[in-house]
């Protein structure tokens, strides 16, 4: 490929392999780990948890088999099972080769629902021997999840283990998908106002996934006798012997139709899990008014959405891609199913627990905006309709929503062992996970993508890791780059770094050497600031060397809609330009910045750590407030700790005093923040300790806002978390109070931090059209 030469398909998917054979070496290779949850770091921790301690719980299991869930690790651990006989897209490729896909499952358990996963692959195709294999397994895990098995032994195996085993067993590709489906489907019938007993579908495919969807929509409504399955063989009928087995045998209908073109005819419903553009534009133009179609293959559909719209108007459509409106995922139920079912110590998964999943996604798909995830998404449509049959799979509603109704649903049907008495205080406890779980960025993301591409100028257009950041910017088309720097040496490091970044088609260059907008800029600086020192030599010189001031007024110019500065110089280097030129945001006295920190087991996010070196009370009150008002923007819920070496009054020191200042004039400024202080660090973040020292303190749970007395306690704090326990992943700084989409960075960023504050930055800018 020629350096000016746009990539082709080719291209992309090499790139591609390239990087996924990249992202699983390095820099360990695989995607799990195994991480100890208890300390071990001396002698006494050693004779805990080894010999003879050990021998303590053990003797207790042997009196009671279910305290396994109170005294290890059981009740949260999952089996990730497979033969590789079935793996999506590839098939039958081995057990061993199916491990990256195992762990990627086990990643999205652990992402989503906090679930652990080991990953179990099996070189066995016999199905009773792998029955007896992974029965053997079960006094190990909670629950067992087999993936990628194929059809029919998939339906012998699941029966049997179900049987056998005192655990939930689900076999993902079947139910999960089912669930998935079922709840899109009862909201797209909803949207083309047909009731589900009286429609007509037809289903292209007869694999574990397809005859698992139809199951479970007979069992929320549809009539066995309007459902038509199609395969290979073309239609299933009554009489017919090839490539049947006793799954399909159920769905034999008494027709002539011999073929998929033949039976759709007046069909209401099509249902496709099979391949790739089997649904032809005159099949889709013989189908009943207001068709639903489903095609859900991957990934290439059964019916290209643009092809099916060209047909007809009245289309209701969903697809298995991320990249068209109704993308039917399983990861929609499958984390928050295993949550519930393993939080309640469900002994299978019922009928009624998958019922309770479909009706808990299609519910919250028709659900009004909450003002948490309106803020979360800003500037994406989440309006209930034909563009949106069932919720994004980042809406952190689904933990809250899926998970109870799941383990309620397992407690009602019987087979909870240990049914969850109080659900309030169980959303409560999901929704602390949801927020510490990672996820935060992904939102942000979304928004970011919504409206039309915005331009995001970059002040030190020339550092490499704004150039790298860059291109992930341009491929996941968050914005569109605005580097300011000199154009020659800009091309020569992309070439250098093997970018494939090409100037004019993925990139602007502001040349700091020669730019047509330089004298009208200097000019308007000038304006600007002549009567605060700056004087027309100045500003000349100043509009050609100062990088964040360029980037600044090309923001106050309109000629961008952000500007990410400050991967080099401190802080206050980069501010005094953006106050210059940017200014405050109205009604706002004080600039502050936010940085966010993703800890193992929540997410804290910390002010002031660059800006302001000792706050007074007044305005930590307004950077509290601030703080607090940027994170529902991310979709989380506020909950404020000002932080002391004072605890509830222990100390009279000024610092503490400022602290108590701060807390009375929050009460008056800010009644809707949840918010308590002065307190010492360990009491903010343990909800039950504070509860215990300060019964009537206004701050339930764990704090998420920590507010520290002056920059000193705030930068420390932040960099020790960083390093020691966050993992370098943050979110930051957020710089708080500018009147545009402004971010300054710091020396120590990293590309994916530079890529998650463009986002950012984006976010703000739709934000604020």
Known sequence: MSENTAPTPTDKRALLRRAALEYHEFPKPGKVAIAATKQMVNQHDLALAYSPGVAAPCEEIVKDPSAAFRYTSRGNLVAVISNGTAVLGLGDIGALASKPVMEGKGVLFKKFAGVDVFDIEIDEKDPAKLVEVIAALEPTFGAINLEDIKAPDCFYVERALRKRMKIPVFHDDQHGTAITVAAAMVNALKVADKKIEDVKLVASGAGAAALACLNLLLKVGLQRKNVFVTDLAGVVYEGRTELMDDDKRQFMQKTDARKLAEVIVGADVFLGLSAGNVLKPEMVASMAERPVIFALANPNPEIMPEVAHGVRSDIIMATGRSDYPNQVNNVLCFPYIFRGALDCGATTITDEMEIAAVHAIAELAQAEQSEVVAAAYVGEQLSFGREYLIPKPFDP????????????????????????????????????????????????????????????????????????????????KIARPTLIGRPAIIAQRVEKFGLRLQEGRDYDVVNVEQDHRYRDFWQTYHRMTERKGVTAPIAKIEMRRRLTLIGSMLLHKGEVDGLITGTWGPTTHHLQYVDQVIGKRAGVNTYACMNGLLLPDRQVFLVDTHVNYDPTAEQLAEITIMAAEEMMRFGLKPKAALLSHSNFGSSTQPSAVKMRQTLELLRVQAPWLEVDGEMHGDVALDGKARAALMPHSTLIGDANLLVMPNIDAANISYNLLKTAAGGNIAIGPVLLGAAQPVHILTASTTVRRIVNMTALTVADANAAR
């Open 397 to 476: 509603r689904l933990m809250m929503k899926i998970a109870p109704a799941v383990a309620q649903a397992a407690a009602d049907s019987g087979v909870a062992q240990r049914p969850i008495a109080d659900m309030d205080a169980y959303r409560d406890h999901l929704q602390t996970f949801v927020y510490a779980s990672g996820t935060t960025m992904k939102p942000i993301f979304t928004a970011a993508k919504t409206a039309a591409k915005k331009r995001v100028a970059y002040a030190e257009g020339e550092e490499e890791r704004v150039l790298r950041a860059a291109q992930i910017v341009v491929d996941e």
